[in-house]
């Protein structure tokens, strides 16, 4: 079935682990998103990609990374997770340049501790 | 860059009452305006959007206006119903960016 999928759905880790959270789509689409949300709070874009081998910050500033080796795939990296860190972190992904419809995955909920 | 404001952050209505959220951008590049619907513990969901050559869309209870003179919106949800008790973003799109920046949410409560 075609979806965005990110694992892990949760996530418990103490401050200095490395983390990667992942974010797979099935639906060829070449837009994809991060968002940084707590829960029912506003939805920070913290990076985008306009397709492979292209990646930009978002407005919120964020110590993570990402990375879009394939179409389907863009996961985000911590190096050093720290408490600041936990909220949610929401995948989303489009298949128009502009005015698309924005998919959402179920979210990735971290807990630095 | 583009700045989406909305209000209120919070709105109780009585069932049957009509709601109505507003947001204001900042970038008059923008041109187009989707609104999402996050009910508590899932993810945000497309129900409504317009594109700037539109001034108004409606789609069964739910419409969007839009008056790009002012660079603001708003979604209006008529005969309400305790299933429409969610979170509610606006967000803003347009000029060369594919980026979609959300507006701040609006938790509406609709009262049995």
């Known amino acids: 079935e075609a979806d965005i999928y990110q694992t892990p759905r949760y996530l418990v880790i103490g401050t200095g682990k490395k983390i990667t959270l992942e974010c797979s789509q099935t639906?060829?689409?070449?837009?994809m998103y991060w968002y940084q949300q707590d829960p029912g709070m506003e939805l920070h874009l913290i990076h985008y990609?306009?397709?492979?081998?292209?990646?930009e910050k978002g407005d919120l500033s964020s110590e993570s990374t990402v990375s879009r080796i394939r179409t389907e795939h863009f996961p985000l990296t911590l190096e050093s997770a720290r408490p600041s860190h936990t909220s949610q972190y929401l995948c989303?992904?489009?298949?128009?340049?502009?005015?698309?419809?924005?998919?959402f995955g179920e979210g990735s909920r971290l807990t630095v501790l | 860059g583009e700045n989406v404001e909305q209000h209120p952050s919070t709105l109780s209505v009585q069932e049957g009452d009509s709601a109505v959220i507003k947001c204001t951008y900042s970038?008059?590049?923008?041109?187009?305006f989707p609104w999402y619907k996050q009910e508590l513990g899932k993810r945000p969901q497309l129900i409504i959007d317009?594109?700037?050559?539109?001034g108004e869309k409606k789609d069964q209870r739910i419409a969007v206006t839009l008056n790009k003179t002012a660079k603001h919106f708003s979604l209006h949800i008529t005969e309400t119903q305790p299933e429409d008790s969610a979170v509610y973003f606006c967000?803003?799109?347009?000029?060369?960016?594919?980026?979609?920046?959300f507006g701040s949410g609006t938790r509406l409560l609709v009262r049995p």
């Open positions: 317009i594109r700037s050559n539109v």
């Open positions: 990609s306009y397709g492979v081998n292209s990646t």
């Open positions: 989303a992904s489009t298949g128009l340049s502009l005015g698309g419809e924005l998919f």
């Open positions: 639906m060829g689409h070449d837009k």
């Open positions: 970038d008059s590049a923008s041109n187009y």
């Open positions: 967000a803003a799109q347009g000029g060369s960016s594919y980026k979609l920046i």
